[in-house]
């Protein structure tokens, strides 16, 4: 796994090396302008979670370009581990993309104070921005593996939709589950939900994408 | 147990592209090397593939160190170094990234054996692979193959597309590395003058059928090839023709023992052959 997982960090380093140094750039810019524009704070949270997930599920085509998929699995790895280090390559990301938010989103309250309507809002764009990651990455794998390397974009244009379309529909779920004004306790749990189905989904993608992935001759 | 490698009755079709691999049986024994020779599209990938897992096979057994290599079986391709041609690894690496990555990979990986190859190959180990010539990246999969110790080299086309210099570098790596009794290497190549140095035998394949496998001794010093007349043609023993091969004033036949067909048929001519045309005639040539 150790391999693998150093295998999938160089096939994202050259293009999160450029992601990572504009948003940090971003971040600057952010936090300069502080609580005057909201939603800027929130486009550069959302921007960074998901902008490093992208990043590091676009990385499986630059593998292609070689036959170093075909050669991987002539060494001592079984596909499933292939698979699952993927998945974990993308939490990993996603993680670092939390933690710039998180960065971020600090930095603009310590120097400009509280820019949120509700004390909520940040969890709760840490939830939509990890719901997105997370929805992303399950419909992305097994798509790749389904449909090859050469569709890569399109699978990457529809899983980034297709998650961010779920996050907005079990947001309406919630919505008429929890009508309004819902109670913080309302929201936090509202939140739980949707990360967790993220999370449940995400997770039942690994072996699906495996079995996908057994089907495949190189 | 005798064989390092035993292929019996292995088939694979390929319906989109009508291509069949039929009923491939060959074996390699401990410590040769085996030429597998084939035109191109004659199938020595796919035989490759079903050998390393990553094609499945229809049917048929395939047994490395005694025994069938599933996806879980990580321990025996801890024993099987690989080489294919052209790139083997992401461009964007360098061979000190490859030699970490291969490091988290394989449990013997010898990252000092490794390096000792780098240097022997004089390949630079912080250069993008993108700007490595052609000969300097299958020089460093040869090297990759073997930092890990591995008992059974599968080669596909690894010397394809290398000028004769190099070639002939990367042929004295695989004799060295055949000195050891245990090792084996299988060698899929078109280029037959290269079997002819190295192999100990030699495996034919055409449209996906296994033509025949010989000792390259027997090939060499017994195989011959028979320039007849159509009238002498005519007077041979179909048991004696192996293939034969109408050219404009006479037909070459392919015979396993040229010294018995020179003592039975003393009017034609017989020359000693090639590899390269054992190859033509069996692949061009006709079969009674």
Redesign the interface.
């Known amino acids: 796994m150790k391999g693998l997982l150093r295998n999938n960090f160089y096939a994202t380093l050259s293009n999160t090396k450029i992601f990572a140094a504009i948003m940090l750039l971003l971040e600057c810019v952010v936090v300069a302008i502080g609580n005057k524009i909201p939603s800027l704070v929130m486009g550069y949270m959302l921007l960074t979670m998901i902008g490093f997930s992208l990043n590091s599920i676009a990385s499986l085509r630059k593998e292609g370009a070689t036959k170093w998929n075909k050669y991987k699995l002539t060494t001592p790895v079984t596909r499933s581990a292939i698979v699952q280090s993927y998945f974990l390559s993308l939490l990993l990301w996603l993680t670092v993309g939390m933690i710039f938010a998180g960065i971020g989103v600090a930095l603009s309250i310590m120097l400009h104070g509280f820019l949120f309507d509700r004390s909520t809002d940040v969890f709760m764009l840490f939830v939509v921005g990890a719901g997105i990651s997370l929805f992303m990455g399950a419909i992305f794998f097994p798509l790749f593996y389904i449909g090859g390397e050469e569709r890569n974009e399109v699978f990457l244009g529809i899983s980034l939709l297709g998650g961010t379309g779920l996050v907005m529909g079990l947001s309406a779920l919630i919505n008429t589950l929890f009508p309004a004004p819902m109670t913080t306790t309302q929201i936090i749990l509202g939140g739980i939900i949707i990360l967790v189905c993220a999370l449940l989904v995400f997770v039942a993608s690994c072996p699906v994408t495996t079995y996908l992935y057994r089907k495949k001759e190189y | 147990m005798e064989n390092i490698l035993e292929l019996q009755q292995v088939s694979k079709t390929f319906p989109k592209s009508n291509f069949t691999l039929e009923n491939v049986t060959f074996s390699l024994p401990y410590g040769a090397i085996l030429g597998f020779v084939g035109e191109n599209g004659a199938g020595k990938t796919t035989t490759i593939?079903c050998i390393?897992?990553?094609?499945?096979k229809d049917s048929g057994t395939i047994t490395l160190f005694g025994q069938e290599m599933l996806?879980?079986d990580?321990?025996l391709?801890?024993r099987?170094g690989?080489v294919?041609d052209?790139?083997?690894?992401?461009?964007?690496?360098t061979a000190k990234?490859l030699s970490?990555?291969?490091?988290?990979?394989?449990?013997q990986w010898d990252s000092s054996l490794f390096q000792k190859y780098l240097e022997d190959f004089h390949l630079p180990t912080n250069q993008e692979i993108k700007h490595y010539s052609r000969g300097m990246t299958m020089k460093l999969a040869i090297a990759t193959a073997l930092a890990h110790h591995p008992e059974l080299l599968?080669l596909d086309e690894a010397t394809s597309g290398l000028d004769p210099i190099v070639r002939d570098e990367m042929l004295n790596v695989f004799l060295e590395f055949v000195q050891e009794e245990n090792h084996s290497i299988l060698l899929s190549s078109h280029i037959t003058s290269d079997l002819e140095k190295i192999a100990d035998y030699i495996t034919f394949i055409h449209n996906g059928k296994l033509i025949m496998t010989a000792s390259k001794n027997d090939l060499v010093y017994n195989y011959a090839v028979m320039r007849c007349k159509e009238s002498q043609f005519l007077a041979l023993d179909p048991k004696d023709i192996l293939a034969y091969r109408k050219r404009d004033f006479q037909i070459d036949v392919l015979v396993s023992n040229g010294k018995e067909a020179q003592k039975k048929y003393k009017n034609v001519v017989v020359d000693h052959t090639s590899v390269d045309e054992i190859m033509l005639l069996l692949v061009k040539g006709e079969r009674i």
Do not use: C, H
């Open positions: 593939g390393l897992n990553t094609i499945a996806d879980e990580t321990s391709r801890e099987i690989v294919y052209g790139d083997n690894f992401p461009t964007y690496w990234q970490k990555i291969m490091k988290g990979f394989y449990t599968i």
